[in-house]
Nanobody, 123 residues
Framework: EVQLVESGGGLVKPGDSLELSCKAY????????MGWIRQAPGKGPEWISA????????AYADSVKGRFTISRDNAKNTVYLQMNSLKPEDTAVYYC????????????????WGQGTQVTVSS
């Protein structure tokens, strides 16, 4: 019943920007923390960001801090990832994730992943 549908990926040049979107279905979105995980070719998954259900706390991996911004619109059951100053090392499949519940410190982790959207950064 839970579904997470990502969109917005594509091919961009270094320094460009993209905004990813994730539309959520099948659970009480307004009470659940959300996040983003990416997986580069030949590598394991890398957690990159999370957001509290009320947006009161945000968290970022050091690799994206200062360049990426996570946000959500609970009225639209949607979470976003604004990606600026993209680098070739950002190339990966980006997955929207639902957390087990809610924590002020975003500590619960994911229990569902979306299908992923490809982001390729190349000159």
């Amino acid at each position: 019943e839970v579904q997470l549908v990502e969109s917005g990926g594509g091919l961009v040049k270094p320094g460009d920007s993209l905004e990813l979107s994730c539309k959520a279905y099948g659970f009480f979105f307004e009470g659940i923390d959300m996040g983003w995980i990416r997986q580069a070719p030949g590598k394991g998954p890398e957690w990159i960001s999370a957001i509290h259900y009320s947006s009161r706390t945000l968290a970022y991996a050091d690799s994206v801090k200062g360049r990426f911004t996570i946000s959500r619109d609970n009225a639209k059951n949607t979470v976003y990832l604004q990606m600026n100053s993209l680098k070739p090392e950002d190339t990966a499949v980006y997955y929207c994730v639902k957390h087990y519940g809610s924590s002020y410190y975003l500590a619960l982790g994911p229990d569902y992943w979306g299908q992923g959207t490809q982001v390729t950064v190349s000159s």
